[in-house]
């Protein structure tokens, strides 16, 4: 049976306790066969430190588009499609805290980790939540209002993009709608990959900078640094996104893509990566509706 939601009236992080949770269970709670313990283990923690806990990017376009779906009443269902961290169900909870709406925090993740950490960030703010620990194509859920994914196809192998699509379609209610920031690769431009190797000595400088100004984990300098690094050179990622592609496929599960809005600054930055990557590839907001 679906649940019933809850209001909530703060949506806040507690980052650098969402942080310190992650980086200490991460070793037990990551399946090596996945290859995500590095990744897992610190990105909240770089988060916090680079960019003083900025949530993902996209915060207006989400809010603005889950804030759409109150209209209707009833409690609001959003499945967050994949997670680093805290995160992007941060969005969904900074969307309607203080609102008065009801909604339920669907996660869905291959990793023990971040599912972890998200429940632990949901009940810090009495937020109602559910989550699986599945890939996307094994889910059987109730139908959700809304799916949220962020950076998420960098991740999947553009074969496997049919068997994502159709599961997002069929978690979906008639008219519920996927909402992306995505960055996006121009089909007019062979693809480059991320070489982190080459600005590792810059970024590591800078955070050498930010830890002396005030480390506010019990962790030392050494232990932040191993496991910086350790997500930046991660090879997870970087499977390039086309707009064309998303249509097509979209198309053939159900799922029209209604609007694509490029942000052609290419400002946006993430703890995995930096701004010599940023530019390469401008992020975009989709929003794919179901017919």
């Known amino acids: 049976m679906p649940t019933t939601g809850k209001a909530i009236d703060d949506a806040t992080e507690d980052l650098v306790d969402l942080a310190g949770f992650a980086f200490q269970s991460a070793p037990s709670t990551c399946d090596p066969a996945d290859g995500c313990m590095a990744y897992h283990r610190a990105w909240s923690l770089v988060r916090q430190l680079e960019s003083n806990a900025r949530p993902p990017e996209g915060g207006a376009f989400f809010t603005r588009e889950l804030r759409k779906l109150a209209s209707s009443g009833g409690t609001v269902r959003v499945l967050v499609s994949g997670a680093a961290d805290s995160g992007l169900p941060s969005h969904v909870a900074r969307a309607y805290a203080g609102t008065g709406q009801k909604f339920t925090l669907v996660v869905v993740d291959r990793c023990r980790t971040p599912l972890a950490q998200i429940e632990r960030y949901a009940a810090s703010i009495g937020a109602e939540i559910e989550t699986t620990r599945a890939t996307l194509d094994q889910i059987d859920i109730e139908p959700v209002d809304a799916i949220l994914a962020h950076s998420f196809l960098s991740f999947i192998p553009t074969k496997e993009l049919p068997a994502l699509f159709a599961a997002w379609s069929r978690s979906l209610r008639q008219g519920g709608v996927v909402l992306m920031s995505q960055r996006m690769q121009p089909e007019d431009q062979p693809y480059t990959p991320r070489n982190p190797a080459a600005h590792l000595a810059k970024r590591r400088e800078d955070l050498i900078a930010t830890l002396a ?42 799922l029209r893509l209604e609007s694509i809005d490029l942000d052609e600054g290419k400002t946006s930055l993430s703890p995995f990566v930096m701004k010599t990557d940023a530019v390469r590839r401008a992020r975009a907001e989709l929003v794919m509706r179901k017919l």
């Open 213 to 254: 100004k005030g480390n506010p984990f019990p962790l030392s300098q050494d232990q932040i640094l191993q496991a910086a690094e350790g997500l930046w050179l991660n090879p997870m990622g970087g499977v390039p996104a086309y707009e064309q592609v998303i249509r097509q496929v979209g198309d053939a599960v159900g």
